[in-house]
């Protein structure tokens, strides 16, 4: 993969992700699209800023123009999916944050990547993705025979609680 768009990358995960790709893989662009939040830390990414390969847009994936320009202009080969309201406890007190990001902003960005999908040609659609990245609270936990996760491997949150009774997550 050569030219990537990523959101929420300036937080935890997603701004090791870009490290990882702007350090040890041959990437010609990674454009990083972040709300900076209480949770996105541009410190994370400084040593990048002058760096011809990355793009920071200050952004919401909530908005779809936005996200369908950054899609025409970079024509990436993959969209991952990092941007999320990830400190649960947060919720209680203020759950809209929760749905507008985890629930419509995720709905847009397929949206949006759906459109550019369709646009392209049948031998491109065969190798451009899109990456949603969430946690075992929403695709379940890993049982001890299966060694990771595969395309059509079921969503089943549920499995964590009752597997954690058996004792047999891992
Ligand atoms: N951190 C972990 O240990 C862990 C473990 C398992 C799964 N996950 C999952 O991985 C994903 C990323 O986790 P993280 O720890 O990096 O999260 P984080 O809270 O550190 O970072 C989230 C990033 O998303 C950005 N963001 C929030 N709302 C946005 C919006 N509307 N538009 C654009 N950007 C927005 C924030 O500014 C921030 O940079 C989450 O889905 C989380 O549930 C995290």
Known sequence: MKSLLITGGLGFIGSNFIRLLLEQTDCEKIVNLDKETYAGNP?????????????????????????????????????????AESHVDRSIDGPEPFVQTNVVGTLKLLESFKRYYTAQSEDRKKSIRFLHVSTDEVYGSLVLKIPHFQKLHPMHPIVRTLLQKRELII
């Open 43 to 83: 410190e994370n990414l400084a040593d990048f800023e002058s760096d011809p390969r990355y793009v920071f847009s200050l952004g919401d994936i909530c908005d779809a123009k936005l996200v369908s320009d950054l899609l025409e202009k970079y024509q990436p080969d993959a969209l991952v999916n990092f941007a």
